[in-house]
């Protein structure tokens, strides 16, 4: 059975996390995904988390994740005549600024230019607003968003912590993905394009902050306006750290029972469960490091208080649920243990992990390019004689 996007042709003009995850994901189900990169290509391919420096003839570790199964084709900023037929051709476009090749071409325009098409733009604070022209990086947008304070990170004697692993950028790549593909249906039924505007900013609210639920207030005062860490969390045991969670009160009294601290119970304070679990928090902690890490996890599952060993690049692998699941694959160009992707279908095959591309190593062509799937043409065209115009596909 074939890849659910099999046929849909997806042209990538962005640079950076959060444009390439978005493509991956079409790519995993099957999208011809066609990275276009200016002649020296795309900054990611560089980049090293470790700061390593790069082989000239390789590409960084993310990059190669990130790319496999795509397609490279190399278009000079000032040339855009093959970019041209590129995206009269395709179904869909991923746009971002930080893409020196998506700099040469407007989304509006390229938009109003082919209207068959979904356009999907990835800004930090969307196409339009007061900020639409301001700089930011994911530390700004965090801050910018209350995540800093909301996720409450960091001790609160001590400036925020930021969010690891560049978060934000992942979050607005998965909605890029789903608005992407929520407007191929309609695509599909109308013949209708659409201009997608996506704010990182906005992702990261609605993903790094509890806002959008509790709207600013909570019993007449701000939900969050200073960091409580969240007791215990992650927490030192004897052997090792455990992670633990109370997100209810219920839960919270059964680790006050389970410490042997009943006294701590108070079903009629009116503190948060975050506030009375700090009150404690010395006390509970001391008591956490008298305990091994698999007899704190036995008892917590026997209260059903969440809890987890803690994962790290060595260890999670080896889990027995990720062992089961297959959730890490080795990536078939360098060899190293990459993300599988994070669900599974039961009547359709995802794309094998595959190499990602050598820059420019698609072949240039110099007949126009063709769409693998040509899409119904809209009833208010039949008989017009015009799909190459407005479809830009050979029929």
């Not at 993903?207 to 306006?225: C, K, N, Q, S």
């Not at 860490?229 to 969670?245: H, K, S």
């Not at 700090?278 to 917590?300: K, M, S």
């Not at 790290?312 to 649920?321: F, P």
Request: glycine share 10%; net charge negative; proline share 7%.
């Amino acid at each position: 059975m074939s890849a659910p996007l099999d046929g849909y042709t997806v042209v990538d003009l962005s640079s950076g996390i959060a444009g390439a995850y978005a493509t991956k994901i079409l790519a995993d189900g099957g999208a011809d995904v066609i990275k276009v990169e200016a002649p020296e290509g795309d900054p990611l391919r560089r980049w090293s988390a470790s700061g390593a420096q790069i082989d000239p003839d390789e590409d960084g570790a993310l990059f190669t994740f990130l790319a496999g199964g795509k397609r490279s084709v190399v278009v000079h900023p000032d040339d855009l005549s093959l970019l041209d037929r590129l995206v009269a051709a395709a179904d869909a476009v991923t746009w971002s600024p930080e893409s020196s090749v998506a700099q040469s071409l407007a989304p509006e325009d390229l938009f109003r230019r082919h209207p068959h098409l979904i356009v999907t733009t990835i800004t930090p604070f969307g196409l339009d607003g007061p900020w639409s022209g301001r700089a930011a990086t994911e530390f700004t947008l965090q801050a910018w968003s209350g995540g800093a304070i909301g996720i409450g990170r960091g001790v609160q004697d001590r400036a925020p912590v930021s969010i690891g692993g560049q978060v934000g950028e992942w979050l607005a790549g998965a909605y890029a993905a789903a608005m992407t593909l929520a407007f191929r249906a309609r695509a599909i039924r109308d013949g209708h394009g659409e201009l997608v505007d996506l704010s990182a900013l906005e992702a990261q609210v609605l993903g790094l902050t509890y806002y959008p639920v509790t709207y600013f207030e909570m019993l007449g005062r701000p939900w969050r306006d200073a960091r409580r860490p969240t007791v215990p969390g992650v927490a030192e045991a004897a052997d090792g750290l455990v992670a633990l969670g109370c997100g209810t009160a219920q839960q919270w009294w059964d680790l006050c029972a389970m410490s042997g601290h009943d006294e701590w119970i108070d079903e009629t304070s009116e503190l948060t469960i975050t506030e009375q679990a700090n009150l404690h928090a010395e006390e509970l902690y001391a008591w956490l490091r008298e305990q091994r890490t698999e007899d704190l996890r036995e008892l917590a599952t026997a209260f059903r208080i969440p809890n987890s060993p803690v994962g790290n690049g060595e260890n999670v692998t080896a889990m027995d649920h990720f062992v089961q699941r297959q959730a890490f694959v080795r990536n078939p160009q360098r060899g190293f243990t990459q993300p599988a992707p994070p669900y599974r279908l039961s009547g359709a095959a995802l794309r094998e992990a595959a190499p990602a591309p050598r820059l420019g190593s698609t072949p240039k062509r110099s007949e126009p390019w063709s769409c693998p799937r040509t899409p119904p043409l809209p009833a208010y065209l039949e008989g017009t004689g015009c799909r190459s115009a407005v479809y830009g596909c050979s029929t």
